[in-house]
C-alpha cells in the first residue's frame, strides 16, 4: 500500500469551474498535510498547509482534512489557466522535513 | 532572494559513470536536504543535513550514493557508479528550521543513466 496516495489524472477542468482533487494517507501518525503545486520544469510550490481536521481557506484554495478517515483535499475555486500543473499531497508524522508524496494529479484549466 | 538553485538541470551519462549534483540553498538556511523522484515513482526523502553535519540520512538507497555538504554551504550528492534505476529527478530544499512549512524546493536535477 502506498503512503499516500492522488486521485489519478488527468484532470481536465473549464476555466472558472472547480477542481477537485484528493488525497489518502496510510500513516495514522500523521499530523501535517500539505499540497505543492508544480509546474513542468519548477520546482514543488507550497500553497497550502494545514494541521487540523475541517477546512482552511486561502483565496481561491481550500484545504480540507479528515484525520478519523486518512483523507486531505484541495479545492480550486474559479480555476484559472494558470492553475494547470501538477499538485502534490505530501504529509509528514510532524511538522517536520521527511515527507511523504503523493504521485501528483495533473490539473489542466480549458480556456 | 535567490532560491534553491541546482545543477546541472540535466545530465546524460552512461551506466557505471559517476555524476555529481550540486544545490545551493538560500543563503542562511542552515537545513539542507535532498529528495529525488524515480521514474513512475513519487518524490522521496533521501536526507538532511543541517549545516555540515547529515542529521538523517535514511532514505539514501545504497552506499552509491554520497552526499556531502562541506562547510555548512553547497551540498553536492555524488551517485558512483551510477545504474540504470538511478534515472530520475533530484529535488534540493532549504529552510531556516527544521519545519516542513517552510521548506523551499529547487527545480530539481533531471539524471538519466543509459
Known amino acids: 500500500q502506498k503512503e499516500v496516495e492522488q486521485n489519478s489524472g488527468p484532470l481536465s477542468v473549464p476555466e472558472g469551474a472547480i477542481a477537485s482533487l484528493n488525497c489518502t494517507y496510510s500513516?495514522?501518525?500523521?499530523?501535517?498535510f500539505f499540497w505543492y503545486r508544480q509546474y513542468s520544469g519548477k520546482s514543488p510550490e507550497l500553497i497550502m498547509s494545514?494541521?487540523?481536521?475541517g477546512d482552511k481557506e486561502d483565496g481561491r484554495f481550500t484545504a480540507q482534512l479528515n484525520k478519523a478517515s486518512q483523507y486531505v483535499s484541495l479545492l480550486i475555486r474559479d480555476s484559472q489557466p494558470s492553475d494547470s500543473a501538477t499538485y502534490l499531497c505530501a504529509v509528514s508524522r510532524s511538522n517536520d522535513y521527511k515527507l511523504s508524496f503523493g504521485a501528483g494529479t495533473t490539473v489542466t484549466v480549458r480556456a | 532572494e535567490a532560491g534553491v538553485t541546482q545543477f546541472p538541470s540535466h545530465s546524460v551519462i552512461e551506466k557505471g559513470q559517476t555524476v555529481t549534483l550540486r544545490c545551493d540553498p538560500i543563503s542562511g538556511h542552515d537545513n539542507l536536504y535532498w529528495y529525488r523522484r524515480v521514474m513512475g515513482k513519487e518524490i522521496k526523502f533521501l536526507l538532511h543535513f543541517v549545516k555540515e553535519s547529515k542529521q538523517d540520512e535514511s532514505g539514501m538507497p545504497n552506499n552509491r550514493f554520497l552526499a556531502e555538504r562541506t562547510g555548512g554551504t553547497y551540498s553536492t550528492l555524488k551517485v558512483q557508479p551510477a545504474e540504470l534505476e538511478d534515472s530520475g529527478v533530484y529535488f534540493c530544499?532549504?529552510?531556516?528550521?527544521?519545519?516542513?512549512?517552510?521548506?523551499?524546493f529547487g527545480a530539481g536535477s533531471r539524471l538519466t543513466v543509459l
Open positions: 500513516d495514522r501518525g500523521s499530523q501535517s
Open positions: 530544499a532549504s529552510s531556516q528550521s527544521s519545519g516542513a512549512n517552510v521548506l523551499t
Open positions: 494545514i494541521y487540523s481536521n
